[in-house]
C-alpha cells in the first residue's frame, strides 16, 4: 500500500537533546512538508523541500533542521535551540507542480502522515 | 500575511441535522482552499479541494462552497451522522505549495 509513515508515534526529548523524527513515503511524490500542530490551533509550516537535495524555511524554521538526501525521506531535527518543542509533528508529502502537468487537482492535494507527538522531559 | 478563521471553535449537533462549517481568509489571492478532516490524535485526511476559479465541490454527504471576492469558503455536511465527529480544517494555498491553515471547528455529532 502507497503512504506515508511516520515514526515514532511518540518521542520524548531531555533538556539540552537534539532528536530526530522520521518521514517516509513511497508515493513517488517530489515535494514534502513539516508541519507543526499546537493545541486547539491549526498547523504552521516548518520546512519544506520541492526536490531532492534542495529544501525551504516555512513560518517557523528556527530550533529545526533538515536534510532530504533522498527522495522517500526527508527527516525532521528538533535541536536544543527550540525552546518550546512539545508538539503535534506532522509530515505531508505532493507531486510536484511540474510533474503532473494537466493533473492539476493531484500535485495540489498534500497527503498527510499519521503524526508523531513530541514530549519534553 | 495571509490569515485564515475558522468559526465556531467547536459545535455539537444532534444526529440527522445538516450543518455549516464556516471558513474565512484575509487575502484573496489564492490558487485554491482545501478542507481536512482530522481525528483526534491522528494526520490529516483531504475531503474537498476548490479551485480558485470553481464555486463549489461535492463528495457525497460533503458540499463546499468558495467566495474568493468576499474571502469565505464553508463546508456542508448533509444527515449527519456520529462518524463525522471530528475536527474540520480549511487551508488555502498561495503557491509553492504552501499552504495556510484555519485553527479548526471541533464537530461532534450527537447519536
Known amino acids: 500500500d502507497g503512504g506515508i509513515t511516520q515514526s515514532p508515534k511518540y518521542l520524548f526529548r531531555k533538556e539540552g537533546q537534539n532528536v530526530t523524527l522520521s518521514c517516509e513515503q513511497n508515493?513517488?511524490?517530489?515535494?514534502m512538508y513539516w508541519y507543526r500542530q499546537d493545541p486547539g490551533q491549526g498547523l504552521r509550516l516548518i520546512y519544506y523541500s520541492q526536490i531532492v537535495n534542495d529544501f525551504q524555511k516555512g513560518d517557523i524554521a528556527e530550533g529545526y533542521s533538515v536534510s532530504r538526501e533522498k527522495k522517500e525521506s526527508f527527516p525532521l531535527t528538533v535541536t536544543s535551540a527550540q525552546k518550546n518543542p512539545t508538539a503535534f509533528y506532522l509530515c505531508?508529502?505532493?507531486?510536484?507542480?511540474?510533474?503532473?502537468?494537466?493533473?492539476?487537482?493531484?500535485?495540489?492535494?498534500?497527503?498527510f502522515g499519521p503524526g508523531t507527538r513530541l514530549l519534553v522531559l | 500575511k495571509q490569515e485564515v478563521t475558522q468559526i465556531p471553535a467547536a459545535l455539537s449537533v444532534p444526529e440527522g441535522e445538516n450543518l455549516v462549517l464556516n471558513c474565512s481568509f484575509t487575502d484573496s489571492a489564492i490558487y485554491n482552499l482545501q478542507w481536512f478532516r482530522q481525528d483526534p490524535g491522528k494526520g490529516l485526511t483531504s475531503l474537498l479541494l476548490?479551485?480558485?476559479?470553481?464555486r463549489e465541490q461535492t463528495s457525497g454527504r460533503l458540499n463546499a462552497s468558495l467566495d474568493k471576492s468576499s474571502g469565505r469558503s464553508t463546508l456542508y455536511i448533509a444527515a449527519s451522522q456520529p462518524g463525522d465527529s471530528a475536527t474540520y480544517l480549511c487551508a488555502v494555498s498561495q503557491g509553492a505549495q504552501k499552504l495556510v491553515f484555519g485553527q479548526g471547528t471541533r464537530l461532534t455529532i450527537n447519536p
Open positions: 476548490i479551485q480558485s476559479s470553481q
Open positions: 505531508a508529502s505532493s507531486l510536484s507542480p511540474q510533474l503532473a502537468a494537466g493533473r492539476r487537482w493531484a500535485w495540489e492535494t498534500q497527503y
Open positions: 508515493l513517488n511524490h517530489d515535494a
